[in-house]
């Protein structure tokens, strides 16, 4: 295991269990769940084969009773042309007793890659990059002398065949992850923990998520352009779209600026389980995931996206074509045909009841989010929301929300 360790700091702000169950009665008149409905008209097509205007109590009902032991705080935006809706429940911040503001800014952790997969196809476009040419070519020795050719396309849909890495940020340790949270390896660095480590199968020849193909992108990104892959994206994505809610952070700039949702990890000390307070961390997932932004700013993305604004045709159909082989693992892929591939080239499909949607979900410690939408725009969702612990099972909130936004 290859492990950084950047400087320490001072604990986080913590607030005991049973302060913060204390909090939330005392302010659950000022913190019930709030939500906002607009129903409007599809814009095209036969009304009759749409969703209809969001369920606002089926909604409303998905994200009740917060805060709980396993999740402080969400907050779900619902919008398409058949209509809006957007929701919160629980705390955005224990300390203060405050319900999360619908335009709070958080941490997106690998929906981070959706922007990635956009530069990159943009500079596909461009003939700048190839789809088909390793990125041995375009980084030489970035991977160790012995891989074999890995193509831009095999990173972009994850089937490089790549190692996993551990570069040792501790996210399965929420007290080692709280003393370490400022630590900030470098993508050169995170590239580098592949030496001494062996492929995990051929490229191409199965799918298997892996933050480090999303790592060398980035990389590939600042080498074609000769620019840095913040200024790439803010030029080809966030401006464009006027996301003003959106950024990557420098990877010394640990706060989340402007309204925020407060982020927190159930640390036990001595016996005690406390709830400290992870909103500052390190954004060193980079290309990876280390984003941040807001639900607003995610609807506006995917519909810029479903609408051409990003990309041309050819390059968004990529983003929507699932390579036809097995998915290695059974930690993804697992909402539609088990055990084969879900991800395309920066979106992955999910079927939910019948109703197959695309965009990626994303997390960091405190914070789970995901943006997805139906093929034709009548449906977009975005939800985020505050988890006290990397290894809580909180699949069954999410599928409840998306059920509630696809029923």
Request: aromatic share 6%; proline share 7%; with cysteine.
């Amino acid at each position: 295991m290859l492990t950084f360790r950047g400087a320490s700091r001072a604990g986080g702000r913590a607030v005991s269990v049973a302060t913060a169950a204390a909090v939330a009665v005392a302010v659950a008149a000022a913190v019930a769940p709030a939500a906002v409905a607009t129903p409007t008209v599809a814009a095209t097509g036969d009304a009759a084969t749409g969703f209809g205007p969001p369920d606002a109590a089926a909604l409303q009902a998905s994200i009740s009773g917060l805060p709980n032991p396993v999740i402080t705080g969400s907050l779900v935006d619902v919008d398409g042309t058949d209509g809006s809706w957007n929701g919160v429940s629980g705390l955005g911040d224990v300390a203060r007793g405050t319900a999360p503001a619908p335009d709070s800014r958080f941490r997106i952790g690998s929906v981070t890659k959706v922007f990635t997969a956009i530069v990159t196809l943009q500079l596909v476009a461009e003939h700048r990059i190839s789809l088909d040419q390793s990125i041995q070519h375009y980084l030489p020795g970035v991977l160790p002398a012995g891989f074999p050719p890995i193509t831009v396309a095999q990173l972009l849909d994850h089937t490089s065949g790549l190692p996993g890495v551990d570069v040792g940020d501790d996210e399965d340790d929420p007290a080692g992850f709280v003393a370490h949270r400022f630590d900030h390896p470098t993508p050169a660095q995170v590239e580098a923990a592949l030496g001494g480590l062996r492929m995990s199968f051929a490229p191409g020849a199965e799918q298997q998520y892996n933050g480090i193909n999303y790592y060398l992108l980035g990389s590939l990104v600042e080498k074609v352009t000769g620019h840095s892959y913040a200024s790439e994206v803010a030029r080809r994505v966030i401006r464009p779209l006027g996301l003003s809610d959106t950024e990557v952070p420098a990877a010394t700039d640990y706060r989340i600026h402007g309204p925020r949702l407060h982020g927190y990890l159930a640390v036990d000390t001595n016996g005690t389980t406390r709830l400290v307070d992870v909103t500052r961390q390190s954004p060193y997932p980079w290309a990876e995931g280390g984003m941040i932004s807001s639900a607003r700013d995610l609807d506006t993305l995917m519909k810029g996206l479903l609408a051409g604004r990003l990309l041309p045709s050819a390059e968004l159909d990529d983003m929507f074509t699932v390579p036809d082989v097995a998915y290695l693992g059974t930690n993804q892929c697992r909402l539609g045909d088990p055990g084969r591939a879900c991800f395309g080239m920066g979106l992955m499909s999910a079927t939910i009841d019948g109703v197959t949607v695309w965009g990626k979900t994303g997390s960091r410690p405190g914070y789970t989010d995901g943006v997805f939408a139906t093929r034709d725009g009548r449906r977009i969702l975005v939800y985020a929301f505050t988890p006290t612990s990397e290894s809580a099972n909180t699949n069954p909130f999410v599928l409840g929300v998306a059920r509630a936004a696809l029923g």
